[in-house]
């Protein structure tokens, strides 16, 4: 099995930034696509960004291209978001996921396991 645990989340100004982290371990060899997705209070889970194994190829969402960076440690089977110019609508707990795919994924269905997630709360 594989357990991913996030942390950095916490509050911030409209403005400011903040970095996600996300520790895999366990059969971490079983995972070759990572990402990150958020789900905002009576909303769905959405995809954030997403990276392949060797970092080669990143993907991410409309919504944060330009001010959200993923990044990926495979020494230390880590996953980063750094997320910068933070809005209030990007306010919403953030997950952590890992896929046996070897391409950028942007659906929750195609990922394998998950995170127990960190709120990210920004203010106005």
């Known amino acids: 099995q594989v357990q991913l645990v996030e942390s950095g989340g916490g509050l911030v100004q409209a403005g400011g930034s903040l970095r996600l982290s996300c520790v895999a371990s366990g059969r971490t060899f079983n995972i070759y696509t990572m990402g990150w997705f958020r789900q905002a209070p009576g909303k769905e889970r959405e995809f954030v960004a997403g990276t392949t194994w060797t970092g080669t190829y990143t993907g991410y969402a409309d919504s944060v291209k330009g001010r959200f960076t993923i990044s990926r440690d495979n020494a230390k089977t880590s996953v980063y978001l750094q997320m910068n110019s933070l809005k209030p609508e990007d306010t919403a707990v953030y997950y952590c996921?890992?896929?046996?795919?070897?391409?950028?994924?942007?659906?929750?269905?195609?990922?394998?396991?998950w995170g127990q997630g960190t709120q990210v709360t920004v203010s106005s």
């Open positions: 996921a890992g896929s046996r795919g070897n391409r950028v994924i942007r659906t929750t269905m195609e990922y394998d396991y």
